[in-house]
């Protein structure tokens, strides 16, 4: 039976254990894949759930992504913020030629190749944090002591901040992604962070070096506001997912014997293994959003102009039209095309960081400790079910 | 039967630099040192990279890989 368009379904939530997504995607991804949905402001949209719509859309230069035409599916405090368009530097909210300008000054710094050559200091950063918690002994939170650190540090590594500002930067940062801090704490790390960005191009621009922050100075394109606004941008779009993805990896590992036995036995897996991590974990598990710029058809729905659609890049992922056995992690079922890194224009542009970090980092922690293992019941490790990048809040493990 | 020759093109307009062709198919394709974009190394590549060729097509996320069958070579 078909629905008719008036009977909008809201965003699915609630996930019946920690690596299944809501059940109701399956549903709409079944039944009907680009289906319409209400925003909590009341506004009516889209929600799209097959791979096919999801790439579709993302492919589609009809669908903007410029912030002001935006809408969240979830309750979101700074919403009307969002109304307006993006700030100088935050190119992941416009649309070209915007962001086709700032796209191609980055890119620049984020070959394949620099990515590779950052392997040996990633290695370097892991290893002392391995140190750090052997010796601080035999039960600790992975997210705080691993998983967070290492994407931070790496981030430090390629902006070229300076060692003894380090302490300082993750200390701000931390804050910053901390889900027990206040608004007021919150606050105040913005304005330290800002503050640290501000110092570190004054710095750069003094002293010019081999790291990112240096290359995108010394092209002289970009205004001291736009250099901060997109060193945020990479703190935010490197540190929260890549940890997140390192703390919910390890989880979805030690719950998967089977799985971390065959990488333990096969090493060679890892790079499989990484992306398998990546399509069945999709721990952007709300977005992206885009809004239609024309009336665009989309499997034969019509998406009127300014329409927002949301895209279910999670159950993309799990669509059995495209990847076979979905809802079972196999590091060794070829899991590459799936759309965690997003498609498009927009594609993630530290994916390739993302990926040395992770195939570093996952081997070097389950070699150190051949026995690890959680510290409590798996039914209590605390999920981020609400956060807009999935994942474990803590993981206390032991070894 | 033998494959046909494949020609390949590369749109460096529309490249945004998101690096899976260099990783999918090394030797067919690299990254600029100055822009990031697309670099083509081979547009004739041999049999052997064919399979990785046409993968890289179909990961590329701007759709800056186009690979056709070149009938006349083969």
């Known amino acids: ?399 | 039967m033998v494959e046909n020759a494949l020609k390949v093109t590369t749109d460096t307009a529309r490249c945004i630099g998101a690096g899976m062709c260099v990783l999918t198919a090394p030797k067919v394709f690299d990254q600029s040192e100055d822009d990031g974009t697309v670099v083509l190394l081979d547009e004739s590549p041999p049999p052997e990279s064919h399979a990785d060729v046409r993968r890289a097509e179909r990961l590329c996320p701007s759709g800056a890989i186009s690979v056709r069958e070149d009938p006349g070579t083969a």
């Not at chain 1, 940890?243 to 790079?271: K, V």
């Open chain 1, 1 to 399: 039976m078909t629905e008719s368009h008036a009977e909008a379904i809201t965003f699915p939530f609630g996930r019946p254990d920690p690596f299944t997504p809501p059940e109701r995607l399956a549903a709409l991804r079944e039944e009907r894949p680009v289906t319409r949905m209400t925003y909590p402001d009341g506004r009516v949209g889209w929600l799209a759930t097959s791979y096919p719509a999801v790439r579709a859309i993302l492919a589609d230069p009809r669908f903007s992504s410029r912030r002001e035409l935006l809408n969240v599916p979830v309750p979101f405090p700074l919403m009307q913020e969002m109304r307006r368009p993006a700030d100088p530097g935050m190119f992941i909210r416009m649309d070209p030629p915007d962001h086709t300008r700032y796209r191609r000054l980055l890119t620049a710094q984020f070959t394949v190749r620099r990515m590779k050559q950052l392997e040996p200091r990633i290695h370097e950063i892991a290893e002392e944090r391995l140190d750090a918690m052997e010796k601080a002994g035999p039960v600790q939170d992975l997210v705080r002591e691993f998983a967070l650190p290492i994407p931070s540090l790496v981030i430090c590594e390629l902006l070229g901040v300076p060692y003894s500002d380090r302490a300082e930067f993750q200390q701000a940062t931390a804050v910053l992604l901390n889900l027990e801090s206040t608004v007021e704490d919150i606050r105040a790390a913005f304005a330290r962070v800002a503050a640290f960005f501000a110092r570190l191009i004054e710095l750069k621009r003094a002293e010019p070096a081999d790291d990112l922050l240096s290359g995108l100075i010394t092209g002289g394109e970009l205004t001291d506001e736009e250099l901060g606004n997109i060193g945020f941008l990479l703190l935010a779009a490197g540190h929260e997912t890549t940890a997140n993805m390192l703390g919910l990896g390890t989880f979805a590992l030690l719950q998967h014997p089977d799985q971390l036995a065959a990488l333990r036995a096969d090493p060679s897996l890892i790079d499989n293994a990484v992306e398998e991590l990546l399509r069945y974990l999709s721990i952007i598990h709300i977005g992206p959003i885009r809004a239609a710029l024309e009336d665009v058809e989309v499997d034969g729905e019509l998406i009127r102009a300014g329409e927002v659609v949301t895209l279910s890049v999670q159950a993309a992922n799990r669509d059995p039209a495209r990847f076979t056995d979905p809802d079972r992690l196999d590091i060794t079922n070829p899991a590459s095309g799936h759309l965690t890194f997003g498609h498009g224009l927009h594609q993630c542009l530290g994916q390739q960081l993302a990926r040395v970090e992770m195939r570093t980092a996952f081997p070097m922690l389950f070699d150190r400790f051949p026995d690890l293992r959680l510290a409590i019941p798996a039914q209590e490790v605390r999920m981020r079910d609400t956060m807009s990048i999935y994942g474990v809040r803590e993981l206390p493990v032991r070894w």
